[in-house]
């Protein structure tokens, strides 16, 4: 058997885990469990839309679930493909995603553990799977939230700039791929229950059905929390960028304000013409200064008074 593609076997139920998502295992596992060719090219890169997909002999599923590169510090997506019928379970993915790959290694090195989830259909083994990966969301939301917060003392405690409208935009792009990552869920288990008969016995699992719906709807609420506050702390962001540059351009208009009627002043008493005043005085020049500064306290004192200062 291929490196890539491994399997556990126990009391009539299969699970074949195949962790490259090439053509020559996929065309392996298509022609060992007669498998439809359109549901083996779309789980072949690039990623495809949440779904699933009833077939005369099984259900094709696709899910998506987040990533993490702590590397990057951005979020990112992975695809899990599903061929599940009641004696078998096929998950197709990259290896990214650990929590799968310790729950399948669990089942294979453990007995007890095989007795405990390899038992009733196929559908047993599905929904721990899907139960321990919507579990290891969580983590994630909280650092997502850890850095919203830390956003927010810093965005408080000095003035923002490009660093700080960097973080708040990688945040929100990084909840927009979650969202899209999470979006599909609730709609393809739904379906899977709709769609399902007799075979699966899904009845025997509504405690593992309650717990997804539980986990999947109190993500997409952190989610929506989490966008919230995101967008809050940008708009709070501009809010406190614009205050800043009003605050300069103004600043800047008073000193132009300012200076234009002293240089008026000044060139007018350059003008080479006869009748000058004060230019041929003793203190004629002291006189000018003189007179040009009681010319700004003068504009300074209006400004005040009209509280532009």
């Known amino acids: 058997m291929p490196q890539h593609i491994r399997e556990v076997e126990h009391d009539g139920l299969l699970w074949v885990n195949v962790s490259r998502q090439t053509e020559k295992e996929l065309t392996q596992i298509q022609k060992r469990f007669n498998l439809?060719?359109?549901?083996?090219?779309?789980?072949?890169?690039?990623?495809?839309?949440?779904?699933i997909v009833k077939r005369p002999d099984y259900y094709f599923m696709v899910l998506h679930f987040p990533i993490f590169d702590r590397t990057t510090r951005?979020?990112?997506?992975?695809?899990?493909?599903?061929?599940?019928?009641?004696?078998?379970?096929?998950?197709?993915h990259d290896s990214k995603l650990s929590v799968l790959e310790n729950f399948f290694n669990?089942?294979?090195?453990?007995?007890?553990?095989?007795?405990?989830?390899?038992?009733g259909t196929a559908v047993h083994i599905l929904f721990e799977l899907l139960t321990r990966l919507l579990d290891a969301i969580f983590p994630i939301l909280l650092h997502v939230n850890e850095d919203i917060n830390t956003v927010d003392k810093k965005l408080f405690g000095k003035i923002p700039g490009r660093e700080m409208a960097e973080e708040i935009l990688r945040l929100k792009t990084s909840?927009?791929?979650?969202?899209?990552?999470?979006?599909g869920h609730r709609t393809v288990l739904e379906r899977l229950i709709m769609y399902s008969g007799r075979e699966l016995d899904l009845m025997a699992y509504q405690n593992y059905i309650n717990n997804i719906r539980e986990f999947t709807n109190e993500i997409w609420h952190m989610l929506e929390s989490q966008r919230e506050s995101i967008n809050a702390l940008h708009e709070t962001n501009e809010s406190i960028v614009n205050l800043r540059t009003n605050?300069?351009?103004?600043?800047?208009?008073?000193?132009?304000?300012?200076?234009?009627?002293?240089t008026l002043i000044a060139t007018v008493f350059?003008?080479?013409?006869?009748?000058?005043?004060?230019?041929?005085?003793?203190?004629?020049f002291w006189i000018i200064c003189g007179l040009m500064i009681i010319?700004?306290?003068?504009?300074?004192?209006?400004?005040?008074?009209?509280?532009?200062?």
Do not use: H
Not at 41 to 49: A, D, G, H, I, V
Not at 106 to 119: G, I, L, M
Not at 270 to 284: C, F, K, M, N, Q
């Open 247 to 262: 605050e300069v351009m103004k600043t800047l208009t008073v000193i132009s304000v300012v200076t234009f009627p002293l």
């Open 295 to 309: 010319g700004v306290l003068i504009m300074i004192g209006i400004f005040k008074r009209k509280k532009w200062l």
């Open 106 to 119: 669990e089942c294979r090195k453990s007995q007890a553990v095989k007795k405990e989830f390899f038992s």
């Open 74 to 92: 951005r979020l990112g997506f992975t695809e899990i493909d599903f061929f599940l019928s009641a004696n078998f379970l096929i998950t197709v």
């Open 175 to 183: 909840i927009v791929t979650f969202r899209r990552t999470m979006q």
């Open 270 to 284: 350059t003008i080479d013409a006869s009748g000058r005043p004060l230019v041929d005085l003793p203190y004629g």
């Open 36 to 51: 439809s060719v359109q549901d083996i090219k779309e789980s072949l890169p690039p990623f495809q839309r949440a779904k």
